[in-house]
């Protein structure tokens, strides 16, 4: 097996995750976080998914964590996100902060909105 070591350019990747917080580019963000290849912020949570939707320029896929375990994505939550014309696809947070950071590296245009474990 070749292991290839993962480069992110300039791109804004998930660095670490504990009880309640993120960290970004160095940064700690406490609670739930949105985060794109090119910043990270701290979010409102799924009732605040008028902030994903003004990135649908910019993005094709969000990934959604739910927390610690995977759960589903409020009915209207997801339609939201679908009209503006990105994919969803929800996962446990830990699940989502890795797919989203090989996704980000192979410079694909996703994001990331991640509620805390």
């Given at each position: 097996?070749q292991?290839?070591e993962?480069t992110?350019?300039?791109?804004?990747?998930?660095?670490g995750y504990?009880?309640?917080?993120?960290?970004?580019k160095?940064?700690?963000?406490?609670?739930?976080?949105?985060?794109?290849g090119?910043r990270?912020?701290?979010?409102?949570?799924l009732?605040?998914g008028?902030?994903?939707t003004?990135l649908?320029?910019?993005?094709?896929v969000?990934?959604l964590?739910?927390?610690?375990?995977?759960?589903?994505?409020p009915a209207?939550?997801?339609?939201?996100?679908?009209a503006?014309?990105?994919?969803l696809e929800?996962m446990?947070?830990p699940?989502?902060c890795r797919?989203?950071?090989?996704?980000?590296?192979?410079?694909?245009?996703?994001?990331?909105?991640?509620?805390p474990?």
């Amino acid at each position: 097996m070749q292991l290839v070591e993962i480069t992110y350019d300039s791109a804004v990747p998930v660095e670490g995750y504990g009880p309640g917080f993120f960290r970004i580019k160095g940064v700690v963000i406490e609670g739930p976080v949105l985060a794109t290849g090119v910043r990270a912020i701290a979010w409102a949570g799924l009732q605040d998914g008028a902030a994903i939707t003004a990135l649908a320029a910019d993005v094709d896929v969000v990934f959604l964590g739910m927390g610690a375990e995977i759960a589903h994505a409020p009915a209207g939550f997801r339609a939201q996100i679908e009209a503006a014309g990105m994919g969803l696809e929800v996962m446990a947070s830990p699940a989502a902060c890795r797919t989203y950071n090989v996704l980000l590296s192979e410079g694909r245009r996703v994001a990331l909105a991640a509620l805390p474990v």
